[in-house]
């Protein structure tokens, strides 16, 4: 697949640094309760950690339980590319950046609490966030 954002992985990997990069070139999961946007409830836009592009408004995030920052929706339907993930001996739904490629987390349906019924379950270290 080509993005409209490609570097090479030493470039991403230069300008992410180790940690970051481990979660979104990597498809690495933060540890659950331990992000920094977690608890973040500023009206505002969360966008890729490495490419800044917007994946979600404030309005959809909302408190799933899981440790994870959660969306019910994205900005829009063309933001975010889902691919199927069959590691860990489990199927899910990955989601990545449609603009660069870079992970972000998984979708599940088990948010019954919602519009949509979706969870985008994301990693903080995957998001960036400019508040309004």
Known sequence: MTYKIEKTE??????LGPVQYKVLREAGTERPW???LLDEKRPGT???GACNAELFKSGAKFDS???WPSFFEAVNPDAVELKVDSSLGMVRTEILCATCGSHLGHLFDDAYQTPTGDRYCMNSL???FTAE
């Open 10 to 15: 030493a470039e991403w990997l230069e300008e």
């Open 34 to 36: 331990s992000g920094a």
């Open 46 to 48: 969360y966008t890729c």
């Open 65 to 67: 339980g899981s440790g």
């Open 126 to 128: 995957s998001l960036g």
